[in-house]
């Protein structure tokens, strides 16, 4: 190529994940910008629907400003919007549609997910270590002057009293046991908070976030006009989507950081991903506006478990490809063999 003096193309590619940090040093000079959006002008200068989607669009906020950063997780959603209807019947209790035998299913996955492997032992033990942290975090914090810190900065702590003594004994043995010193404070209790959300997901119905914030009509496909142009929100709400951009298009050669893996490309932000799980109408409708706009990859680094609306994915899949876009998908976190576990994307 370099003999030949060709020159490569940028390559838009599109990232849904959970927002950019677009001030970041190593990635503001390769975020995808649109040509025809005139930034913070309150109009929707290139008639796509979206307005002042200068570096993309977050789905998951509202017209007011707010945006969602937790959520609930699907397996729980599923699993009580479901209950009237499948708690009391069962495959041999008359005959079903082949909808409803794949409703039913998913529901029973749920289930299990949600009911069938909780030790009530566990769970008290749990609850109780989250408590004792978030009593001796306060101190810390207060000791250390920083509400985030992580083990590097406890190892110079001496605690003053005996529960923050634990706290730090605790917090040093996970970052001992991840081989990881930077693990922080807030990473650990909101780990612990997500696990206890888990837990009582079996006897209460999760709360709506994206509801309360969002106020589209979920439930219409067409009615995708919702959210605003914030693709950050914040850079702790945007860290996993900053990591995943880094990776694929850091500045290179630049000294700062790490290099990305590609050199011409320009990251288009879709923000679609809470901390929890992610909706297929967000996951759906993001990916076509990548397509829309340009974008000849879309990279999803999320899970897929549950898709009650999977076929509004499936569509917008069809859709990117039918542009010649390819569509990238993390194969998970859940160490499962994906040969014979289906996620998403499966067969379409």
Not at 42 to 66: A, H, K, T
Not at 75 to 83: D, F, G, N, Q, T
Not at 248 to 268: E, H, K, L
């Amino acid at each position: 190529v370099k003999t030949k003096n060709l020159k490569s193309s940028p390559v838009i590619v599109a990232v849904i994940d959970s927002g950019v940090d677009t001030l970041h040093e190593d990635l503001r000079s390769i975020l995808w910008r649109n040509p025809k959006e005139i930034p913070g002008n309150g109009v929707d200068d290139d008639n796509n629907g979206y307005v002042d989607d200068v570096y993309g669009w977050n789905f998951l906020g509202g017209r007011d400003g707010r945006n969602v950063e937790k959520d609930s997780y699907e397996a729980a959603r599923v699993y009580h919007k479901l209950k009237s209807k499948w708690e009391e019947k069962d495959l041999a209790s008359g005959t079903l549609s082949a909808d409803d035998t794949r409703e039913y299913k998913m529901w029973l996955k749920a289930k299990f997910d949600i009911v069938g492997e909780i030790n009530p032992l566990e769970v008290i033990q749990v609850k109780r270590m989250y408590k004792d942290l978030k009593i001796g975090d306060s101190v810390i914090r207060k000791g250390i002057s920083k509400e985030e810190y992580n083990c590097k900065d406890l190892a110079t702590y001496t605690p003053s009293d005996d529960k923050s003594k634990k706290v730090k004994a605790i917090l040093l043995n996970i970052c001992k046991g991840n081989d990881n010193d930077d693990i922080s404070n807030v990473m650990i209790l909101d780990e612990l908070e997500n696990d206890i959300n888990k837990f009582e997901a079996v006897d209460k119905a999760p709360r709506e976030f994206r509801n309360e914030i969002v106020q589209d009509n979920y439930n219409d496909i067409n009615d995708k006009f919702y959210g605003n142009q914030n693709v950050m929100v914040s850079n702790t709400s945007a860290l996993h989507g900053t990591h995943v951009s880094g990776i694929i298009g850091a500045v290179r050669g630049n000294g700062v950081g790490m290099d990305g893996v590609a050199d011409n490309v320009r990251i288009m932000t879709v923000r679609a991903v809470p901390d929890g799980d992610e909706h297929d109408k967000d996951i759906a409708l993001a990916i076509r506006y990548a397509a829309d706009n340009g974008a000849k990859v879309i990279n999803m680094s999320f899970g897929k478990g549950f898709s009650p609306e999977k076929k509004w994915v499936d569509d917008a899949v069809k859709y990117a490809q039918s542009k010649g876009v390819l569509l990238v998908h993390a194969a998970g976190n859940s160490h499962q063999n994906l040969d014979t576990t289906y996620n998403f994307p499966t067969p379409v």
